[in-house]
């Protein structure tokens, strides 16, 4: 396949698709990935994202990780043509199960929906920022505030899962039963690195998976089964 239409046209001959979507779409939004991403310094020590995202962090340092999360999360970003591609295909495939298993906490894709007018709901497998939990009380609430409404604890996080935490255990569910039923899976900027979004994707050997990315990694070599597509999204996809 070597550019959208071809891959449309695929996708025709299948009735259960399930699209999973990772930061590297984002990135065409002006979102950093993680690897880009700067982090914090505190007491003199630089502090990565990926230690950012960590309960161990938060815990010692939640005025540090939301001074860094606002300077990075509060900017207002747009879908871009990668999420209104993945809606208008839902939108014009009304007899088609079509799903998307997104790893992105940016919400970008429910935009992309609502500017179509597609009514879909979207596995967010790593969680959103609409919604914060206490660390001292474990209070969820949905109002973003410098302290916990219930117990004026400092120690708030966003419902998004850091480094090391489980996944949602409906969203897992869900997401492994889309994925078990799929006739075919179209992955989208994403690594597959991360466990368990990799095993459930990648999960018997013989999944009909088409992979597109701009560079090709060392699970997509071990797993030669895949059909990956080398590319970068602002040539493959069309406005």
Known sequence: ???????????????????????????????????????????????????????????????????????????????????????????????????????????????????????????EFHGNLNSFECLNCNSNFTKESEMCPYCNSKKIKPNIVFYGQNINKDNYIKAEKLLRSSDVILVLGTSLEVQPLSGLVLFNGDENVIWIDKKKNEVAEENGYVTFIETDFKKFFKE
């Open 1 to 123: 396949m070597k550019n959208v239409d071809e891959l449309e046209q695929y996708l025709s001959n299948f009735n259960n698709i399930s699209i999973v979507t990772g930061a590297g779409i984002s990135t065409l939004s002006g979102i950093p990935d993680y690897s880009t991403m700067d982090g914090t310094i505190v007491d003199g020590i630089y502090y990565s994202p990926r230690q950012i995202f960590s309960l161990n962090f938060i815990d010692r340092y939640p005025e540090d990780y939301w001074e860094w999360h606002k300077e990075h999360f509060s900017k207002v970003y747009s879908p871009n043509k990668v999420h209104n591609w993945i809606s208008k295909l839902i939108k014009n495939s009304p007899n088609k199960n079509i799903n998307v298993i997104s790893q992105n906490i940016d919400e970008l894709q429910y935009k992309s929906f609502n500017k179509y007018e597609v009514d879909k709901e979207i596995i």
